[in-house]
C-alpha cells in the first residue's frame, strides 16, 4: 500500500497547475475499487497524509477478516493505471 500511495503522489506532482490537497484526497480516493473507495469517501480526511494512513488501516482490518471483502488480494483492490486513458 506505501508503495503505491507514493508512486501515485509522485505521479501528482507532475500535474499543472498544482493540485490543492483536497482535489488530490479525491482522485487518489477515485483509483480505488471497493471497500477502499467506500471507506476512503467516508472519511473525514481532507489531507493526503491522512488518507496515506486510513488507506493502510483499511489493508490491515482486510486482511484480519474485520472488513468484508478481505478474501480478495489487496492489490486488486486498486483500478488498472490504465484505466480511464
Known sequence: MRAY?????DKATYVQPPLIDTEMVMLFA????SPYYKH???SSAQHFHEVMRIAERIEQAMKRGKIEGSAMNSRTMMRDDSEGE
Open 5 to 9: 500511495t507514493q508512486r501515485w503522489r
Open 30 to 33: 477515485n483509483t480505488f475499487q
Open 40 to 42: 476512503l469517501i467516508g
